[in-house]
């Protein structure tokens, strides 16, 4: 209840267009209410029904009051006229017309509401999309590793989707079936107390049983997101790792990873749908037993003249009681897409709920700009439970370069992950201008920083977007003139579009070493105080290779830098060289000092393994 209620909470901004909905669904509610109770006047006028006390009684306009009785009798009165005017045809004409207008009406109305409906759901899942895409944009990157991509995407696709085909879609039902039973079940109790208590004994009965089985489809429900979840992690990996799955001949592997599992989605559907499809028939079943209960008892006392109903009015009765079946099997069924919804929207929940562990904090300083120095001081940090870096202190001062070397899993991108918060230090701190870094704007503190990551991070987007990422009021000329430092303004040229090329996802239509100066070029037009770097180890041809460190030469000149550097020439060229190793600073100092020193930079460097 509570996550159907909070569901209902995306609807709160269009509450304005509830009233409508109301009245659009009771109008046609009672509409098409109303063809069915012209039925016994129908039946009274084709069976002559109607005594001479009757016509006496009805002879009379009744005077005016808010009841039931007053509409019945003013009805009553009109229809005796019309069918002493016009005899029995005329009479039935007269009928048959106002069931066609009451029935367009009627139908009218449940359009209408229907449109209402329809704009609230979609807003609704709107909201919902929104609200799960904010979130998951605003958690930290720990979060990243410790969910599964498939599963991110696959809630804020399908279990969305879920939620929007099962639970919105009930909106309907919670509100106009209901409502619908009430007023029906008021005319029928109007017309017969005895058989509508009876009948309404009957209802628990099927409601329990009904309940029984819709219970148990929440659980599969559970399951077979979670397996779509997977199914799309591996379409997600296969597609990106197509050109590796086909060179290691890992194909077959491949397929009987995605066969098990779509095989398991399978047939945790196909169970789903056994609970499934059982309500429809069960409710169907029920149903007609019911209408015969009723049809034996009520025929029973009408036969033994024990009941106030007619004849006509008995099958009145009934004709209305099964119009009574059709909301109630409605409910039922929404009932059973409920369960399905639900456990979709407590998974979508589940990461809606998630809080970020790096959030700026309520009293958290402005930072405008850097000034004198970036320091770690006694830094350590564990991954879980897994520690990697051990007491790291260094000073990197304005202007100036340090370069991380050490051998893999030493722990060098897990350092440049602090200076922009990607991660806290778990013990120690970082420093900006020697203020911890915990203590600035988050916002403000990345402003500073630009970042190019060792696999260039490109999107499906023109040339121009590319470069201007996060920047959109950049002006044509500076993102030219960024590409023109970072060499890249020649090969873009050539393009089809020149900027405006679109290049394909993650930049597929490029090559490795332009890739990398976009990236640059993306660095150089945001004209970071600070730079990040963590140099590509991907050999590329040596013209490639010329380009792209001209283009980091000028990215890097006067500038305050960080790069895990694999280039011997970057490294030649910082002002500080720290080698990292077990998650310690094992030795530093500049390129010569090191050499002399004979130990691991020495050792490195023969091998050229940065
Ligand atoms: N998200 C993570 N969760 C758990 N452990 C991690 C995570 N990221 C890295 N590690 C571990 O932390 C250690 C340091 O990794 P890090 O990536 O900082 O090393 P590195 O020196 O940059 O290596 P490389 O040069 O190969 O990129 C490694 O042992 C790695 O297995």
């Known amino acids: 209840m509570e996550t159907y209620l909070r569901i209902l909470s995306y609807a709160r901004p269009y509450r304005r267009y509830f009233p409508f909905y109301v009245v659009y669904a009771l109008l046609s509610i009672i509409f098409g209410l109303l063809n069915f109770t012209l039925l016994k006047p129908l ?116 279990d969305i989707q879920e939620v929007e085909n099962s639970i919105v879609q009930s909106l309907r039902v919670v509100f106009k079936e209901p409502v619908t039973v009430i007023l029906y079940f008021s005319v029928l109790f109007f017309m017969s107390v005895k058989l509508t208590v009876f009948t309404i004994l009957l209802i628990p009965v099927s409601g329990a049983i009904i309940g029984y089985v819709t219970k148990r489809l929440r659980k599969t429900a559970v399951q077979s997101q979670e397996s779509l ?11 990106s790792g197509m050109r590796v799955i086909k060179a290691f001949g ?31 028939p069960i409710s169907q079943f029920l149903g007609v037993s019911v209408v015969a209960g009723i049809l034996l008892y009520g025929g029973y006392l009408v036969l033994n003249n024990e009941s106030a109903l007619s004849a006509s009015e008995f099958i009145a009765y009934i004709i209305l009681f099964t119009q009574v079946l059709n909301p109630a099997k409605e409910i039922s069924r929404a ?30 300083k402005s930072l405008k700009s850097f000034e004198k120095s970036i320091t770690f001081d006694q830094v350590g940090f564990a991954y879980q439970d897994k520690t990697v870096l051990k007491g790291i202190n260094f000073v990197l001062e304005k202007g100036r370069t340090i370069a991380l070397v050490g051998p893999s899993g030493g722990g060098k991108s897990t350092i440049v992950d602090l200076v922009p918060r990607f991660y806290d230090p778990n013990t120690g701190s970082v420093k900006i201008d020697g203020v911890d870094i915990k203590e600035y704007r988050l916002d403000d503190l990345r402003k500073l920083m630009g970042i190019v990551t060792q696999e260039s991070i490109l999107f499906n987007d023109t040339v121009f977007n590319n470069i201007a990422f996060g920047m959109p009021e950049a002006s044509e000329e500076s993102v030219v003139a960024a590409a023109k430092v970072a060499n890249a303004h020649e090969f873009i040229m050539e393009l089809e579009n020149g900027y405006h090329t679109n290049i394909g996802e993650r930049g597929t239509k490029l090559s490795g070493g332009q890739r990398q100066r976009l990236s640059i070029a993306r660095a150089v037009l945001k004209n970071p105080a600070i730079l990040i770097l963590d140099e590509a180890t991907s050999a590329l041809d040596s013209a490639s290779e010329r380009l792209v460190q001209e283009a980091l030469g000028k990215l890097m000149a006067n500038r305050t830098s960080l790069v895990i550097a694999h280039r011997l020439s970057t490294i030649q060229h910082a002002d500080e060289i720290l080698v990292i190793d077990g998650g310690k600073i094992v030795e530093r100092g500049n390129h010569h000092e090191l050499m002399d020193k004979n130990g691991l930079y020495k050792k490195l460097s023969l091998i050229q393994s940065f």
Do not use: W
């Open 335 to 364: 009932l059973s897409s409920i369960q399905r919804g639900l456990a979709s929207a407590e998974r979508i929940f589940a990461v809606a709920d998630s809080k970020p562990k790096i959030v700026s904090s309520p009293q958290a």
């Open 43 to 158: 039946f009274d006028v084709i069976f002559e029904q109607v005594g001479p006390g009757e016509l006496e009684q009805y002879s009379q306009k009744p005077e005016f009051s808010l009841s039931i009785q007053y509409f019945l009798h003013l009805f009553n009165h009109y229809f005796l006229q019309v069918a002493a005017l016009y005899g029995k045809f005329g009479t039935l004409v007269y009928v048959c017309s106002i069931i066609v207008v009451s029935v367009f009406l009627s139908n009218l109305f449940a359009y209408l509401s229907g449109v209402v409906l329809a704009k609230v759901r979609a807003d609704i899942i709107k909201g919902m999309r929104m609200n799960i895409f904010d979130t998951v944009s605003n958690m930290h990157m720990g979060y990243f590793s410790d969910e599964r991509k498939g599963d991110l995407i696959s809630k804020m696709t399908n």
């Open 250 to 280: 890992a194909k077959e592997y491949i397929k009987d990873k995605f066969d098990q599992e779509t095989g398991y989605y399978a047939a945790v559907n196909i169970s789903m749908a056994r609970k499934n499809e059982l309500a429809s």
């Open 229 to 239: 979840g997977r199914i799309v992690n591996i379409l997600d990996e296969t597609i």
